[in-house]
């Protein structure tokens, strides 16, 4: 088994490994594989392997070495040995920490980003306490940034898992260095939370919005704010606290919807006048102070508008559209937990306009996001069997259903239209409105 684990074929590899996650859970398993003295050998040839789905399987091995050791300082387990063993043998830390710097490779990145999912994944104190220790995440925000949309991509999945599953996410990325060192267990901390949704809001996301690269800044900004929505539900239903960052998650992510639009003329007549009016970040903090100055919206905007050398542009300028419908999922997600707040904001009239916006339309996955949403954020509108804005449902209405005129319309555009006509017949009091109208 040992000897295959570096075999020709990858899918004997992966086999192994397999197996040797399991073996190494029990303890007998964990005192064979130190008695071999191959286990280093084997670990860092597997995390550089060409075959991701080895990668995978040597990462899910040393997480069930991780999730078995033991949590008392006293006590010291074959589990206990065997990481040491790696971290002495093959510098485990700066070996993951190496891959996930490499610019020269961004398969190595991705690799020692897999790592870091799986035992942030693991939502254990073990695990939490492994990642403080490794100190791995204290230059992780730095691929948040990353040239490779796939590198970032993942970069956010795990900070999205981080913010949900550990009590005091800044003491693992680094920024609360007073955190002591050791395996014990993390305690409930809903105001190292907010901290760090403060951070987040007030160093990175402002950051990484003011670059030159407009557009990666506000795809990176979208994902963050996307990643904190419900982590915030959470520590709101549990303490109560945070519901002022729903405000200026929320009109943040409205603001970059925004911001990606063309400002026409037609857009005006959207439902009312609202849909025109520059979206103000809520809040008092750095973020709100930079989004609000005036003119910076028409600014990104222009900058996003630029056709840049390569990337995007060589993909026919996708990355306006990606943006737009990572905003557009997040705004679905505040509209399901937040609906007090989203009723109270113009996110019905941005997502209209979004509509008459035929540069990002012409990506059927933005015009289907868009007609997902509406049902969704027009249904926070319903307060006990009660329409709070009839006039704001009805100028909806015409718009959805003035698209299935469009001479353009072909027969996916038909079905997107009437997929969303029929989740708003599924709200019985929407429904009921829509039943008695010609």
Not at 57 to 79: D, G
Not at 274 to 295: F, H, P, R, W
Request: a negative charge; hydrophobic letters at 45%.
């Amino acid at each position: 088994m040992i000897v295959n684990t570096m075999g020709v074929e990858a899918l004997t590899r992966f086999s192994c490994w397999f197996a040797l996650e399991r073996v190494v859970k029990n303890d007998d398993g964990a005192r064979w594989l130190i008695k071999t003295g191959k286990c280093a050998e084997m670990v860092s040839a597997a995390l550089k392997d060409t075959s991701t789905y080895v990668i995978t399987a040597a990462c899910c091995f040393l997480v069930a070495i991780i999730e078995n050791r033991s949590i008392e300082a006293q006590r010291i387990t074959a589990h206990d040995t065997l990481l040491d063993t790696l971290l002495e043998s093959i510098s485990l830390y700066n070996l993951i920490h190496t891959m996930m710097t490499d610019q020269d490779s961004e398969r190595n990145r991705v690799a020692g980003l897999e790592f870091l999912w799986m035992i942030t994944n693991a939502r254990s104190d073990r695990g939490a306490a492994f990642l403080r220790q490794s100190q791995l995440f204290f230059s992780y925000m730095d691929l948040l940034t990353d040239d490779s949309r796939l590198v970032r991509s993942r970069a956010l999945d795990v900070l999205s898992i981080l913010l949900e599953s550990v009590s005091n996410p800044l003491s693992v990325l680094g920024k609360d260095l007073t955190t002591p060192d050791t395996m014990e267990l993390d305690k409930s901390d809903d105001q190292a939370l907010l901290e760090c949704f403060n951070y987040l809001l007030d160093h990175d996301v402002l950051s990484l919005i003011v670059l030159t690269d407009s557009l990666k800044a506000l795809h990176v900004a979208t994902g963050i704010l996307d990643a904190i929505i419900k982590p915030l539900h959470q520590s709101e239903e549990a303490h109560g606290a945070g519901s002022s960052f729903k405000h200026v998650v929320l009109s943040t992510i409205l603001w970059i919807i925004q911001a990606l639009q063309e400002t026409t003329e037609s857009d005006k007549s959207v439902s009312g006048n609202n849909s025109t009016s520059t979206i103000v970040i809520q809040g008092s903090g750095k973020l709100a102070q930079q989004l609000n100055q005036l003119g910076f919206q028409q600014l990104v905007r222009t900058q996003s508008r630029t056709k840049p050398s390569r990337g995007a542009a060589a993909r026919g300028g996708t990355l306006p559209k990606t943006i737009a419908l990572s905003a557009l999922k997040a705004l679905q997600g505040l509209a399901h937990l937040f609906p007090d707040a989203t009723e109270k904001s113009p996110a019905i009239e941005i997502v209209l306009s979004v509509l008459f916006d035929h540069k990002l339309c012409s990506d059927q996955r933005v015009f289907k996001a868009c007609l997902t949403t509406l049902p969704i954020v027009m249904k926070t509108k319903v307060q006990n069997g009660q329409l709070l804005d009839e006039q704001l449902f009805a100028s909806a209405m015409t718009v959805i259903l003035g698209l299935l005129q469009k001479p353009a319309a072909n027969s996916t555009s038909i079905k997107l239209v009437l997929t969303a006509v029929l989740e708003f017949f599924s709200d019985d009091t929407l429904g009921g409105i829509l039943a008695h109208e010609d």
